[in-house]
């Protein structure tokens, strides 16, 4: 669907406003576009090119030619300079936490700065005897910045004031830029996961356990872009990435001349030329209640440990079954899990500041003990299906994670999202995957998970009720977000399931709580 930038500029680089669902366009001459639901904020602090705009809590970044950096902390109403050290043009910019300490890195034409005061002040890494290289991207995981560039260029650091090392990429390409699909991701991948780097010459760099590798990808088009696991082509197509590099196209193409693109948990927004842009929402086909944190979903890594494993009582049918694949798909889910419990953990802070009911408190409380008991149960039969006793690792809770508490609208628009449409998506996946399972062991755990996540749904839609008795005027926001789920585009193995479900399940139901006037989805993705 297209989004109003309110401009007729061109658009360069885009990346996440402050609040949920806004986004922030930079491009010629200073331009600064912050648009928040149907609201544009247009303004031109500075007259050179700016290039890329990224976010650290409540403050925005933006960079661009001849050293520019730019701040905002007020949601990008107005902006101001700071002093990078360089007068090289600055191309990307990224927020990082390496080992619990804070920087902002920005890269570019034979410059790397770095800011570990939230962007107020800037240090210029000095360059080695090559330089730098003209540097195009920069990522980071939880231990590492990696900057990467053109042919074949690439770097990285646990340090980013301090020394960085060459990365042997094995490729001459000009890279684009890097990281992890967001599905796969904490507050940031770590070192132990697969890492994507995204080539303009149609291949994608991957490091797994063994080092660096590339793999040829067969797309329309040349890819120009890279953000959050997804690849865009000259041709308006996006293609996801998974952890190994192999690319699957979405169902629908953007239609405008793309410069650049930005990928959350919630679609991918593209803008370019004129001033155009647009917005392609979808559904991942994902269970249970999700932990978000800046438009991603975050899940712990995956650790060796035997304290998270257990079966269903009584149960005769589980047994060892050598099945790596089968381990790693309940590894996952199990995950997925773990972090509902942080989800559900949050929201109950969340109501407790709005001053619920008991009744409600106590019901939020018994689901986070539901899926600790569903991460165990998905742990044990991973290792029986051959993956060894493993466990989740740290879960990074980001103070971010608590902004919502206290603010009744950010509280029910989160609901809505996470809680009725993903617990009730949830609810109904796992039920038909339970009738389906040919596993009895497996099956047996599907069926205590359909029945748990039936009640958190109905437990939302409860929540959601009590939330609008109490404030009224929550019910126009949650029809303005009611619409944008209506013309999401379900993704995955479970896409035309998901659609069903919220054709014939969902939008009802929130028609019930919010009035009559929502659209029924459809099969075709809104461009």
């Known amino acids: 669907m297209p989004i109003d930038f309110g401009t007729d500029a061109d658009l360069i680089g885009v990346g996440p406003g402050i609040e949920y669902d806004s986004f922030v366009a930079v491009g010629l001459a200073g331009l600064i576009s912050t648009v928040d639901g149907e609201t544009a904020t247009v303004l031109s602090p500075v007259n050179v090119t700016l290039r890329a705009v990224t976010r650290r809590e409540s403050r925005l970044l933006a960079v661009g030619d001849q050293g520019s950096i730019l701040v905002s902390d007020d949601a990008g109403q107005s902006w101001s300079a700071r002093v990078s050290g360089t007068s090289s043009s600055l191309i990307a910019i990224v927020h990082a936490q390496l080992a619990g300490v804070d920087f902002v890195v920005a890269v570019g034409v034979e410059a790397i700065v770095v800011s570990a005061d939230a962007g107020e002040t800037w240090t210029q890494v000095t360059a080695p005897a090559q330089g730098w290289g003209t540097l195009r991207g920069v990522f980071a995981t939880n231990e590492r910045v990696y900057a990467v560039g053109d042919a074949?260029?690439?770097?990285?650091?646990?340090?980013?004031?301090?020394?960085?090392?060459?990365?042997?990429?094995?490729?001459?390409?000009?890279?684009?830029?890097?990281?992890?699909?967001?599905?796969?991701?904490?507050?940031?991948?770590?070192?132990?996961?697969?890492?994507?780097?995204?080539?303009?010459?149609?291949?994608?760099?991957?490091?797994?356990?063994?080092?660096?590798?590339?793999?040829?990808?067969?797309?329309?088009?040349?890819?120009?872009?890279?953000?959050?696991?997804?690849?865009?082509?000259?041709?308006?197509?996006?293609?996801?990435?998974?952890?190994?590099?192999?690319?699957?196209?979405?169902?629908?193409?953007?239609?405008?001349?793309?410069?650049?693109?930005?990928?959350?948990?919630?679609?991918?927004?593209?803008?370019?030329?004129?001033?155009?842009?647009?917005?392609?929402?979808?559904?991942?086909?994902?269970?249970?209640?999700?932990?978000?944190?800046?438009?991603?979903?975050?899940?712990?890594?995956?650790?060796?440990?035997?304290?998270?494993?257990?079966?269903?009582?009584?149960?005769?049918?589980?047994?060892?079954?050598?099945?790596?694949?089968?381990?790693?798909?309940?590894?996952?889910?199990?995950?997925?899990?773990?972090a509902s419990v942080g989800s559900f953990a949050l929201h109950s802070l969340e109501l407790v500041s709005l001053g619920a009911p008991a009744e409600l408190i106590a019901e939020v409380q018994a689901a986070m003990a539901d899926e600790v008991r569903h991460a165990a149960l998905g742990f044990g039969l991973a290792q029986r299906r051959g993956g060894g006793a493993r466990g989740p690792g740290r879960l990074a809770i980001s103070p971010r994670m608590l902004a919502r508490c206290g603010d009744a609208q950010a509280i029910a628009l989160a609901?809505?999202?996470?809680?009725?449409?993903?617990?009730?998506?949830?609810?109904?996946?796992?039920?038909?995957?339970?009738?389906?399972?040919?596993?009895?062991?497996?099956?047996?755990?599907?069926?205590?998970?359909?029945?748990?996540?039936?009640?958190?749904?109905?437990?939302?839609?409860?929540?959601?009720?009590?939330?609008?008795?109490?404030?009224?005027?929550?019910?126009?926001?949650?029809?303005?977000?009611?619409?944008?789920?209506a013309a999401t585009q379900p993704v995955g193995p479970d896409a035309e399931q998901t659609l069903q479900t919220l054709r014939e399940l969902i939008i009802p139901l929130a028609r019930q709580l919010l009035g009559p006037n929502e659209p029924e989805p459809t099969a075709k993705r809104a461009v």
Do not use: M
């Open 152 to 338: 074949g260029v690439g770097w990285s650091s646990a340090t980013p004031a301090g020394l960085w090392n060459i990365e042997a990429l094995g490729t001459t390409a000009n890279l684009l830029g890097g990281g992890a699909h967001y599905a796969d991701t904490g507050s940031g991948p770590s070192e132990s996961e697969a890492l994507l780097i995204a080539a303009a010459d149609n291949s994608v760099i991957v490091r797994d356990s063994s080092g660096w590798s590339t793999r040829a990808l067969e797309l329309e088009g040349d890819v120009i872009g890279f953000s959050g696991g997804y690849l865009l082509t000259s041709t308006g197509a996006v293609y996801d990435l998974d952890g190994t590099g192999i690319a699957s196209r979405l169902p629908s193409d953007f239609t405008i001349e793309v410069e650049a693109i930005h990928a959350d948990s919630g679609g991918v927004l593209a803008v370019g030329k004129a001033g155009k842009a647009e917005r392609i929402y979808f559904q991942p086909c994902v269970g249970g209640r999700p932990l978000i944190d800046e438009g991603q979903a975050c899940v712990a890594s995956l650790v060796e440990r035997a304290d998270w494993i257990a079966s269903v009582e009584g149960d005769e049918s589980a047994r060892v079954v050598a099945d790596p694949a089968q381990a790693e798909r309940w590894a996952s889910a199990a995950l997925d899990e773990h």
């Open 415 to 485: 609901l809505l999202e996470q809680g009725c449409v993903n617990e009730t998506l949830a609810a109904c996946q796992v039920r038909f995957a339970a009738l389906t399972c040919e596993d009895p062991e497996a099956g047996r755990v599907l069926e205590i998970l359909a029945v748990d996540e039936q009640r958190h749904a109905a437990l939302a839609w409860k929540t959601l009720r009590w939330l609008i008795d109490h404030h009224p005027q929550l019910r126009e926001p949650l029809r303005r977000r009611l619409l944008r789920i």
